[in-house]
């Protein structure tokens, strides 16, 4: 047990003491008194604590645990500083090695209300002045205030920060964290061992930046505490890119503005939020409340709440089971964001225990209350009563020693208000919170060595619930946020959420993304053309092979025509990778992307290049024959044009394949949510460079308008031929039908670009058409005089056979070259 030393060491801190005021210096409240027990002679600096330990004045009970232990720690502060004890402060003794100062501490309840506030401060700073040489017992001894200490909460804070710039008297709190209160127009004297709100919300974003919270909702109350934290929120949320739905609600109106705000809350339809509630709407309160709107407690909804909500993360908060379990469900699963301090051991034993057992004690923190509190204490049972060692208790304690350091540092023996305020806003050392140092300008605590805690409270399983009939929490520290170096560890286990699980909830609810998928039927429609193609193609191929010796089908050169609906029959087969979308894995449309280029290009180009070959031959033999010369052209001896171009589209090709290859990617279009978020995408193939996604493009294009413009010229060279073997006007027409389609289906194809089905559509239209527009006129009329020879063959047989219809023999109109003559 930690030894607090007689309770004579303290002046106003026994019943016993006799205290008399030697001197005095105006413009100063520090005062030289000597201790007719101790005999001892010592400068007193009067510290005015203002804390709500109660709701009212006709309030009878119970008091208000959490913020009576703040009272506390700032009792305890005081009595170490006055006993040199380094229990806590390792370094304290040696510190105050020739200080005569010591602390006497006096306790006024604020209520939580500004004007009780306002009212306790007026009257102990126009106390008249002690008289020198009066013997003052300690229950007599309350001199004009040298130091405030408080309030609690930053609504009072800084009611009494006007004031007390106005009295000129320093004020030091360890629990309001207002950003207002750094405006010195308007607290002037104030200083904190408490971080600014602003601390909090940018470690809050921090944090929602680790999980992946891009939106969230948020509460707060229309006073100087909530207006500034939510100020600050969105501050750090527009800082770090995060949407903040922010609402406020007035105070002093019951709950139905709170109401209103949580149901605006539920309308956003984000899944994440930060609530800052007023000391007017208890935690219970605010919880239930946000339960009934369907909010909190339940999966997929994730709450924060502010230090001001810290008392569901204290070991003895509890909930009665029948009249609560909505309070607990809601509870269970939440966060609470506070500075991640962990409580003094040292302190924790004296709150915990000491004070249970320590009779001095005990009497000694009673009696620094003012008279009327006293009766409050009347059926007060320490030994049952556990006081609650948080961390705002232990901040209390670092503002108490904060104020007695500074003290202790000033060289004149009666300082001025001023000198002790900047005294104040110097100091520096290890306490009850760790490091411990203060922004000079504002007197706001620094943050440096300071982090943030999310603490998880969830209901404790049935084993740990001691008392029958209350639900009890396991508040766990799982995250820590590091300041300055801002990295956010992760310790203790997972957070769980109200749910149970520990998977992190999506921050916004499921978006329906419409894929702009090709419809099954329109996908069956494409397949359908290409299997019209594909059965035409091989019909022609066979057609080609079975005929080769005929006349009509040797005479248009069997081996090209095979190549001619060849390449139809590939060029129709690149519908199928066109038609190919999800839920097909990624690495296979991205082998779609690529292979329809492969199958159009190749297809295209071996088609109009072996038309080419055939053309060639022709021309190359009514060549010779023109010359009387007799020549033989194999096949093979023309097929170099056609290796040459199939060559080079499949250089290309290659060359893009390796370099930029087309990848399957989805992109998004101008259609959003409310959130800002895409609502449907279109899926696309592209190269990561948009220049040689063109560039590859254009090359590909001139390699087969080559090869097409070749088969043009050569068709063009034979126009002169005998019909048999010109195919001038076949190609003409065969043009004629590619340049209709071209000219009609590409502006279709630009209109429909954003439209996968209408893209689709249209390019499998415009590869049929391209096909037909090759084997019609090239195969019809091979087709057809086929048909006709057959005819005539079968007529001039049944005439054989028939006497009476005399003879007839079939003729077969031949191109035979002159003869040169014989040298």
Known sequence: MTDLGDKSSSYNLSTSHGLTVLDRKVGSEVLEVFDGFSNETYRNVHVLSLKPIMFSRESTGPLEIFRLSFEAAGYIAARHFNERNSSILPDLGERLVGCDIKLSYEMANTMFNRLVALKALQEAATRPDTPLGAVLQPDQWKPRPTVING??????????????????????SGTASSTVLDDKARAPFFSRSYPTNQADAEALMIYFKSIGVTHFGSIYSLDAYGSSFGEAVNTAATKHGIVNYFTAYEIGRGMQPFIESLQYLKSTQVKYFFGIFDVGIPVEDGCREAHRQGIMGFPGYTWILTESESKITSADFSLDNETEADIAKAIHGVGVLLPGITTHPVLEQIMTEDFKTDRQLQEG???????????????FNFSITTLLPSIYAAMVYDAVMTAGLAACDQTERFFSSEQLLMGIRQQAFDGATGYVSYNNVTGTRDLTGLRYAITNVIIAPDNQQLTPGRIRFNPTTRTAIEFPSRIVNLGHGPFIYSDNTTSVPEALPHVDMDMNLIP????????????????LSASCIAFALHYRSKRAVASAQPAFLVMIASGCLVMATAIVPMSL????????????????WYLVCLGFCVSFSALFCKLYRINK?????????RVQVNVKDVLFPLVIMVGLNLVVLVTWSVVDPLVWERETEHSRDRFDRPTSSIAVCASNSQTLEKLFGALLFAISFVALALANWESYKGRKLPTEFNETGRIAMSMFFLIEAIIIGSPILLAAQGNPTATFLVKAMLIFCTCLAIIGPIFLPIWSLQIRREKVKLSGRASKSNPTTGETSDVVTTVTAQRCPTS
């Open 151 to 172: 309030p609690a909460s930053s609504t009072v804070s800084l009611a009494v920060a006007s004031l007390a710039g106005v009295y000129e008297i320093p004020q030091i």
């Open 365 to 379: 923190f009673v009696n620094a209350h003012q008279p009327n509190l006293l009766h409050f204490f009347d059926d």
């Open 520 to 535: 099954l039927g329109v996908q069956g429609f494409g397949w359908g053309l290409m299997g019209f193609i594909m059965v």
């Open 581 to 596: 979308q999800e839920p097909i894995p990624a690495s296979g449309l991205d082998i779609a992307c690529m292979s329809q």
């Open 621 to 629: 033999l009514q060549l010779r024959a023109s010359q009387f010369r």
